[in-house]
Every structure is written in structure tokens, then in C-alpha cells.
């Protein structure tokens, strides 16, 4: 483990050089949000803010992505032939990832990197990215992730962990790939035994702060086909719109869809993020749809990150409590009282 200090300028600048060998994916304001986008030349990365709007999701499984290419071109030898598209695996750096995000990454491992599938492309850019976490010394009214096995400070699923100690950031490695990029960096002071206390006084101070908890005890223990037949579920989709909000910010909805497109007689095969929210989402060829009411589909939303990833994996909720949901839905559909239904049935 390394713990190295830098002023704010002394961080902005080490980031900017690690820009020559590695692609520095930062939060940057975009209106009234923040977003992870790719350290430009010239740009700044802006640490002034709670979470990102986006979770930093796309940066390893991007919302649209090339898988294939082919021809249609029977002039051509290799007419009909699949071929993998080109892909860019030089290695990254995420600085800024909150702890329920980077938390989020170990949740869904469990679905593209398991010993039945292997999804190549995802497990590739894992290994190619280092996780920089930035602790949250004021957590969002809607935040509970400590109810859902991360927290404020939590390490888990990080490379290295930022704390903003006012004038400069404390960084602490905690692992291998940890320790690269920080002897990487052009080097930071050793930090004082007081700077190491006040790191530790804001640690408890914020999660103090979460004031949001939700219960998870009990939902194992519960009966799947009693829960879907549950009569709350009629309330709780009743102002659903299907937007899909919900689960396109969410850090740990993992749905696609694959198409192809054709343009002339070249084409794509693309995967794109899909969601079990949009009424298109299981409907067949054959016209029939297993989900074609709202209630059918908010119910499976609930279901599988609260049931159905539960049973299965038994690796606690597929929800790391980081409230965008919460805060973005519409019409104010509310996980965190669809944990308590639940829980309590
Ligand atoms: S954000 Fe709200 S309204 Fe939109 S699909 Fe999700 S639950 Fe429904
Ligand atoms: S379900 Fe909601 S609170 Fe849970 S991880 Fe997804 S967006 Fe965050």
C-alpha cells in the first residue's frame, strides 16, 4: 500500500502527464452535471461534485459498441465473413469513480465474467483499467449505500482511494495496479500523521451522513412466486412512464441488445444498452409479448435486483445504493420503499 499527497494544481498536473502513456477518464461539468469524459489536452478534470450523472459504466461497456464487420460484397473474398471489429484495450485510468460505482463493477462481474460465459470485450477492458476512487465527505440525501455492503469510504472494487482533505487530495493504494499508477505519477509528499487522522475523522463523519437505509435481511428467505404475485406492485408501477431513466443511469443494469446495420452491402454487428423498462424490450418475433404491461415490467426491474440476483448469486442486493434512480425518476418511483415492500412482505 502507497499513500502519497499532492496538492490540488500538483494532482490536475500529474493527471495531465499521465495522459502521454495512458487515456485519463475524469468527472467534467456538462451544464448542470457531472460526467466522466477522456482528459483533453488543455482540459481540467472538475472534483467539485457529488456523483456523476452517468455512472462511469460506459467507459467499459459503452453504450453502443462495434462487435463485428462484414461484407455483403459476393465480389469480395471475404464475402459473409464475421469478423471482429477493431477495438481500443491501451490501457485507462478512471480517477474520480464514487465506491458505490466502483462497487457496482464487482455486482455485475458476476454476469459478463463467470465460468459459463465470458464476455471478452468486458473482462478485456477491466483488466486494461485502473479504478481511482474519490471518497464522498458529503454523500446525497438519497445515497444508502452503506445498507447495501459499501460506503462512503468503502475500498472495495478500487485500485486507490482519494480523499479531497480541503487544499489537496490523499491517495492510498490499495492494490498492485494501485501502486503502478501512483509510481506512475509524478511523485506526491509522504503524508503527515495528522493529515492520515483528518482522513479518518471525515470517514466517520460521513457515514454519519447517510441518513438513508434500507433493509435487505429477509429477502432471501422470502418466497419468489409470493413476491411477484404481491398486490403492491399494481401501486408501486402506477406513474411508471417506461422512460428507462432508472436503469440507463443505474451502475449496475447490464442488458443490451445485439442488431446489425447495414449500409449499402457493408455492415455492423452493435450491441447497445437495452432495458427492461421499454415495452420493446421482450417482444418476439412472433408478435406475442411476455411483458406488455407496465406492472409486469416495473415488477421485473424490482425483481431481479432484489430477488431474483439474490437467489441466484447469493452476493447481496444488484443495487449498490447510490440513489440515482432516486433522484431522476419522473414520476418519483422510490427503490428504496420497493426494498422495504419487499423485505417486509
Ligand atoms: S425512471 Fe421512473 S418512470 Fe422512468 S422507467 Fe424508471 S421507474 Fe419508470
Ligand atoms: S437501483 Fe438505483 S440506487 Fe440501486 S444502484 Fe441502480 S440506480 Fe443506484
Given at each position: ?20 502513456t495512458t487515456k485519463v477518464y475524469v468527472p467534467a ?317
Open positions: 500500500m502507497l499513500e502519497k499527497v499532492f496538492s490540488k494544481p500538483e494532482w490536475e498536473e500529474a493527471l495531465n502527464e499521465l495522459r502521454s461539468k456538462e451544464g448542470d452535471f457531472h460526467n466522466f469524459r477522456l482528459l483533453g489536452n488543455g482540459k481540467k478534470p472538475d472534483f467539485d461534485f457529488q456523483n456523476t450523472r452517468l455512472s462511469p459504466k460506459s467507459v467499459i461497456f459503452p453504450q453502443s459498441e462495434r462487435m463485428f464487420e462484414y461484407t455483403l460484397d459476393e465480389r469480395k473474398e471475404d464475402a459473409h465473413i464475421l469478423k471482429e471489429a477493431p477495438k481500443d484495450f491501451s490501457p485507462q485510468v478512471i480517477v474520480g469513480i464514487r465506491p458505490c460505482d466502483a462497487f457496482a463493477f464487482q455486482l455485475v462481474k458476476i454476469n459478463f465474467d463467470n465460468p459459463q460465459y465470458r464476455d471478452p470485450w468486458w473482462v478485456q477492458r477491466m483488466d486494461d483499467t485502473t479504478l481511482i476512487g474519490f471518497a464522498c465527505n458529503e454523500p446525497c440525501a438519497s445515497c444508502f449505500c452503506t445498507s447495501v455492503g459499501s460506503g462512503p469510504f468503502s475500498e472495495k472494487g478500487l485500485d486507490a482511494l482519494m480523499v479531497d482533505l480541503g487544499d489537496r487530495f490523499l491517495v492510498r493504494s490499495v492494490t498492485p495496479k494501485g501502486d503502478a499508477f501512483l509510481k506512475k505519477l509524478k511523485p506526491g509528499k509522504d503524508p503527515d500523521a495528522a493529515l492520515l487522522d483528518k482522513a479518518q475523522d471525515l470517514a466517520k463523519a460521513s457515514e454519519k451522513k447517510i441518513s438513508s437505509k434500507v433493509p435487505t435481511d429477509r429477502l432471501k428467505e422470502k418466497v419468489v412466486n409470493e413476491l411477484f404475485d404481491a398486490p403492491f406492485w399494481e401501486r408501486v408501477s402506477f406513474a411508471c412512464i417506461n422512460c428507462g431513466t432508472c436503469t440507463y443511469l443505474c451502475p449496475t443494469c447490464w442488458c443490451f441488445d445485439i442488431q446489425d446495420e447495414v449500409s449499402g452491402k457493408e455492415g455492423d454487428r452493435i450491441r447497445n444498452w437495452d432495458a427492461c423498462m421499454f415495452p420493446l424490450f421482450t417482444l418476439h418475433g412472433s408478435g406475442h409479448n411476455p411483458r406488455d404491461k407496465k406492472l409486469q415490467r416495473v415488477r421485473q426491474r424490482f425483481m431481479h435486483k432484489l430477488k431474483y440476483y439474490v437467489d441466484k448469486y447469493e452476493n447481496g442486493a444488484a443495487c449498490v445504493g447510490c440513489g440515482r434512480c432516486v433522484q431522476f425518476c419522473p414520476v418519483n418511483i422510490d427503490i428504496r420503499e420497493v426494498f422495504e415492500l419487499m423485505n417486509g412482505y
